[in-house]
Each structure stands twice: as structure tokens, then as C-alpha cells.
């Protein structure tokens, strides 16, 4: 589903004539199967959300190549992207991202909206994706009505709206607290058993990690283990 090779990219910092040049991610190659999960683990600076935002093509890669469904995305220009983007992949944010003017029913409604989906077939697809996420009955609260956890399952119900076969995760667990957390992992295996959805997720956390089938640690931007059957 994703394949990633050879991968190098780096930012410029500082004012022209004085800028400097910081290396993040080096020759980096990797393949993510289709139905599995797979999380990346690295400490702060190791490179690992920059890959995900690579993955997902807010930033383009100096050099490499990212294929991901079959599509090397990495020759996209923005527009093609963002077409595809809504098409293949949902995302899953720490911050959960979600409007705080809009309820939770338009909140995950939103993406039908932007691909131009009549209205009868929102309101049915919408009303399904709530129901799975076990929050129809919250629908028309509003996000800084619900904890956490229900603003974080409002932000997978709009991942899921699109039916996309990859979700980009990073960090998904980082504004919940340990229960929780618990749950939501529960949910995330849930999803990949039963729909077949494949994962990526950027976590510094041990107890994600062990959910994926296997976990790949970078460290000073590079692949320096991979670990099948974490969680065995």
C-alpha cells in the first residue's frame, strides 16, 4: 500500500546568505503492507512525523520516491495530490482538528461535502459512520461539548467517511489519558480486523507501538530497527 524508497529530505533555516542547511530524514526505504498496522517510534527530532507528512504529501521529498496504492505520489503536483489525498487516505491528528463551530454530524460530514456528494447520501453515510463510532447520539454536540476521547473518535469518523483504505495517524493517543488511550487502540484494531484498514502511526508511545504488526524506530532520520510481532 505504501512503499517508500530511498528517501531523503531536509529543511533551510535562516535568512537568505546565512541560511543553513538541517538533514531530518537519510536514505530511507520501508513498505507498509496492505492491512496491516504499522507504527513508527523514534525520539523528538528522529524524523519520524516529517516522514508522515512526506507520506501524506504536505511536504514534497528532496529526494526518493513515495508510491502508495499503486501511485507514485511523489511526482504529483499539489492539486493532483490533494485530489488523491481525499480519495486514499484519512488522518488521525493528536489535536483531533475539528472545527469548534460545527457539530460533530457536520464535523465528519465535511469531507462529502468537499468531494461533491449529494446531500441524501451524506446524511445516510454520516449517520453510519456516527452509529460505528458509537456517537450518533452525540451528533449536534459541539466539539468543546464532548471529552476527549469523543472528540477523537469524532476526528476517526471523518477519516472513515471518505472509505479510505490507509489512515495516517500521528500521535492519535497524545491528548487522552490512559483509559482512554486503552479504548481507542481497541477501536483502531477493531478497524483494521473488521474493514481491513491499513495504518501508519507516528507515536513516542510503548503502548501504541504494540498494536501495530510491526514497528519500525528511526533514529537521526534513518530506519534502525524493524520489530515484527510487536506485540508479542
Known amino acids: 500500500m505504501i512503499t517508500i524508497k530511498h528517501l531523503s529530505h531536509e529543511f533551510e533555516i535562516g535568512k537568505k546568505g546565512s541560511k543553513s542547511i ?28 516529517t516522514l508522515l507528512n512526506l507520506v501524506s504529501g504536505f511536504i514534497r521529498p528532496k529526494k526518493g520516491e513515495i508510491s502508495i496504492n499503486g501511485v507514485q505520489t511523489s511526482t ?13 487516505l484519512g ?27 449529494k446531500e441524501s447520501e451524506r446524511r445516510k453515510r454520516t ?14 454536540h459541539y466539539p468543546g461539548e464532548l471529552s476527549g476521547g469523543q472528540q477523537q473518535r469524532v476526528s476517526i469518523a ?7 483504505p490507509i489512515i495516517l495517524a500521528d500521535e492519535p493517543t497524545g491528548s487522552l489519558d490512559s483509559d482512554t488511550e486503552d479504548d481507542l487502540l481497541k477501536f483502531i484494531k477493531k478497524l483494521n480486523e473488521e474493514l481491513g484498514i491499513t495504518f501508519l502511526i ?24 524493524e520489530v515484527y510481532g510487536y506485540e508479542a
Not at 94 to 110: G, K
Not at 158 to 164: G, H
Not at 205 to 224: P, Y
Open 22 to 49: 538541517i538533514p531530518v530524514l537519510k536514505d530511507v526505504s520501508l513498505e507498509v503492507k496492505k492491512g496491516e498496522i504499522v507504527t513508527i517510534v523514534g525520539r523528538s527530532g528522529s524524523g519520524k512525523s
Open 127 to 140: 449517520a453510519e459512520i456516527l452509529e460505528l463510532v458509537g456517537l450518533l447520539d452525540y451528533q449536534d
Open 91 to 117: 488522518f488521525i491528528f493528536q489535536s483531533f482538528q475539528l472545527i469548534p463551530s460545527m457539530t460533530a454530524y457536520q464535523n465528519v460530514e465535511l469531507p462529502l461535502i468537499l468531494k461533491g456528494v
Open 202 to 225: 507516528i507515536t513516542h508511545d510503548e503502548k501504541v507501538a504494540r498494536i501495530g504488526h510491526r514497528t519500525i524506530e528511526l533514529r537521526d532520520g534513518r530506519v534502525l530497527e
Open 158 to 164: 471523518r477519516a472513515l467517511i471518505v472509505n479510505p
Open 76 to 88: 504529483l503536483n499539489e492539486s493532483k495530490f490533494a485530489d488523491f489525498r481525499i480519495e486514499h
